[in-house]
């Protein structure tokens, strides 16, 4: 289905009703590199810088020489046990030692199942830097503990969080804000109140098309409105919900709802937003938004039910707690 059959219109806390022009989903290739991670971090507060290969002002660098030694010359990562080496010396590691046929890649000699023990004991030795540290992370690890927190660093770029193509760009969130605006031609908004109307000529036509509507600003964050048809088991349906730029940790910050109806009839979402650490299709599939049924979405169209009528309005606002009471009271941006 295309995008350009959807038209959709928009205002943000109280403007008047604009229409947002949206592109094919079918977006060209994006020349940004994803071989090497981009700046990223935690959250939208500032750090870094967004650009590959640019140190903070307290980056770590780790010991060269050291960090060389322990580098596979296939694949270039760090080397963990086993780590073999061939009769002349040259090391790599187990993954890449099936890859390369038993085959030393320096020398060419036969690798057998020689293990290089003096290196594994110097591996254990060592404490080196977040592989992230460039990005801001002031984290120093035990050789065997740094695997285990770089899955979880906040400090790891963020994936982009466009859900409709297989895009690769990752970077920290002013990036990806700008990526997002610029790239894939999303439409941005400040506010934290929105209203939107979803006209679609023929809504039989569901399969599996995605948008993400609009990235909205407010609280000094940055949250993702996604809307999309999909095919759920074998009834077609329509489904909002929103993500929110950061960590979890953040998102649990937040709150919003989505409310959909027509015809003396209404439906209401209200929820925690999905960190974008999270996947598009991770969340959808997690069912964690506002659902509507077609033959739901068609009463709520009116008319003769041949044409697709929605108009979706939503909130955000923030959780603050009360010292006094101990619990939390919503903070509603005017």
């Known amino acids: 289905m295309e995008l350009d059959s959807i038209e959709c219109v928009s205002s943000s806390d109280g403007l008047d009703e604009e229409e947002i022009p949206h592109d094919n989903l079918h977006h060209h290739h994006h020349q940004f590199s994803s071989a090497k991670p981009h700046n990223a971090a935690a959250n939208n507060n500032g750090r870094g810088a967004g650009i590959i290969g640019i140190p903070g002002p307290t980056a770590i660098a780790p010991a060269t020489s050291v960090h060389e030694l322990l580098e596979c010359p296939v694949c270039t990562n760090s080397m963990y046990p086993p780590i073999h080496q061939c009769s002349n010396g040259h090391t790599l590691c187990s993954t890449c030692k099936t890859r390369v046929h038993n085959r030393c890649p320096t020398c060419r000699q036969e690798l057998g199942d020689i293990r290089c023990l003096a290196l594994e004991k110097v591996a254990e030795s060592l404490e080196l830097p977040c592989k992230f540290y460039n990005l801001g992370c002031p984290e120093i690890f035990p050789y065997y503990s740094k695997l285990k927190h770089e899955t979880v660093c906040n400090f790891r770029p963020y994936n982009c969080p466009y859900a409709g193509s297989e895009c690769s760009v990752v970077g920290d969130i002013p990036a990806l804000v700008a990526h997002l605006r610029d790239d894939h031609k999303v439409d941005m908004h400040t506010g934290c109140t929105f209203n939107h109307r979803y006209v679609k000529a023929n809504p039989r036509e569901v399969e599996n098309a ?28 329509y489904m909002a919900f929103l993500r929110f730029m950061g960590d979890e940790s953040e998102a649990r910050n937040y709150s919003y709802s989505l409310e959909v109806g027509a ?72």
Request: aromatic share 12%; with cysteine; glycine share 8%.
């Open 210 to 237: 995605t948008w993400m509507l609009t990235v909205f600003h407010c609280f000094g964050q940055y949250f993702c409105l996604h809307f999309e048809a999909f095919q759920l088991g074998m009834a077609p349906v």
């Open 263 to 334: 015809n003396g009839r209404k439906l209401i979402w209200e929820g925690t937003p999905r960190s974008v650490r999270d996947s598009h299709k991770k969340v959808r599939d997690s069912h964690d938004g506002l659902i509507i049924q077609r033959n739901m979405a068609l009463f709520f169209s009116g008319g003769d039910r041949k044409e697709l009528k929605l108009r979706v309005t939503g909130r955000i606002w923030k959780e603050q707690q009360n010292p006094e009471a101990g619990v939390c009271i919503p903070n509603l941006c005017s």
